[in-house]
Each structure stands twice: as C-alpha cells, then as structure tokens.
T-cell receptor, first 113, second 113 residues
Framework: DTGVSQNPRHKITKRGQNVTFRCDPISEHNRLYWYRQTLGQGPEFLTYFQNEAQLEKSRLLSDRFSAERPKGSFSTLEIQRTEQGDSAMYLC???????????FGPGTRLTVT | AQSVSQHNHHVILSEAASLELGCNYSYGGTVNLFWYVQYPGQHLQLLLKYFSGDPLVKGIKGFEAEFIKSKFSFNLRKPSVQWSDTAEYFCAVNSRGFQKLVFGTGTRLLVSP
C-alpha cells in the first residue's frame, strides 16, 4: 500500500533561508492538500489542489509561501525567508474525486533556528 | 467561520473503561464529519466518517460516533478501551461541497494497563 509520502521528514534551517518540501500523493488521487500543525493544535488548512490547479488558499499562506503541483502529481511547498514562527509540522493529504476522506502523509517537521 | 471544539484535552482511563470524547462544531449548513487518530510516532489515520444517513456510524477498532444535528455534536465512543488506544484523537469537519477540513485541537488519550 503506497500511501502519501513526504520528504524530507525533518528539516532544520536558519532564519532567513528558503526551504522546499515535497509531497507525493496516493497515485490515483487528483486532490492534494497542505496543512500546518503546531504543538498542541490540530492541523490548519493551507491550500488545496485539484489536479494542477490551486483552487483554495488560506490566509495563513502568506506571500512567503508558495505551493505548486505542476503535472497534477507531486506537489512542492516552498517557504522563503523563513521565520521562527514557521516552525511546525507540515502535513500533506490527498483524496480521490469520489470521496471526501483525506489521507495524510507522515509530515515534514520544520525547525527554524 | 467554521470551528470545532474538543472539550477534553487530556483523558486518562484504565483498560476496559468506556470512552466518550466530545466534539462540537459551529456551522449551520450541511457538513461532513470525521474522527482521525494519531498513534505515537505515526501519521493521522481516519477512524470514521459521517456524510449522510444513519447518524450512528461505526469505524475501525470498535469505535463509533453519533451525529446529533440539533446539538452540532459528533461524539466519539468506545465501550471498552485497550492500552493500544493510547493516541491523540482529532475531530474534523468540512462543509458539503468544499474541501478544506477544519480540525479541533485534539484530545490526548492515555490508557493505563
């Protein structure tokens, strides 16, 4: 069973650096989501793709954040000029067009020092 | 805006005790409701979901949840917990026709053997 995979699993970076995360969804899923989770909180929605189109973005997604899904398969989330407040777990999820349930990956834990 | 409240942040039970975790949401329209579980060191997994029909839904591992529309609630229950149920439980909701999931802050359950 190939579930949602995310790379890297951990990333430590210095404030001001750029980072990029990758998500590979379940192969037949055309919908892909990014969430962010901080300690003691539930995941918070960032953005959503249907195929290659980015259809919804949260206000949490500042202009330093950009997400792409160029061929409708894997997706990348880039954070430019990282800040300490960006430290969090970044989760990716995918779903098929038929159902509403989202399947989550293991996440990428970002630490900004 | 939608919100989800989970009233119990930490719950400690002995094995074989009964479990009920509260979840209330604020949204007046039609919703889909979910419970996700995160076992230690693992990623979020879907426990059960409600889209329509019978308000009492059964999930994996003996869990069930009841949707009470008049109370905007979707409480999770299990008649007899096991040590392996130690995990964090998240309630989530999305509006029918929309993709964004809104999560509660989670409940940490510790089951002592």
């Amino acid at each position: 069973d190939t579930g949602v995979s995310q790379n890297p699993r951990h990333k430590i970076t210095k404030r001001g650096q750029n980072v990029t995360f990758r998500c590979d969804p379940i192969s037949e899923h055309n919908r892909l989501y990014w969430y962010r989770q901080t300690l003691g909180q539930g995941p918070e929605f960032l953005t959503y793709f249907q195929n290659e189109a980015q259809l919804e973005k949260s206000r949490l997604l500042s202009d330093r954040f950009s997400a792409e899904r160029p061929k409708g398969s894997f997706s990348t989330l880039e954070i430019q000029r990282t800040e300490q407040g960006d430290s969090a777990m970044y989760l990716c999820a995918s779903s098929s067009g038929r159902g509403y349930e989202q399947y989550f990956g293991p996440g990428t834990r970002l630490t900004v020092t | 805006a939608q919100s989800v409240s989970q009233h119990n942040h930490h719950v400690i039970l002995s094995e074989a005790a009964s479990l009920e975790l509260g979840c209330n949401y604020s949204y007046g329209g039609t919703v889909n409701l979910f419970w996700y579980v995160q076992y230690p060191g693992q990623h979020l997994q879907l426990l059960l979901k409600y889209f329509s029909g019978d308000p009492l839904v059964k999930g994996i591992k003996g869990f069930e949840a009841e949707f009470i529309k008049s109370k905007f609630s979707f409480n999770l229950r299990k008649p007899s917990v096991q040590w392996s149920d130690t995990a964090e439980y998240f309630c989530a909701v999305n509006s029918r026709g929309f993709q964004k999931l809104v999560f509660g802050t989670g409940t940490r359950l510790l089951v002592s053997p």
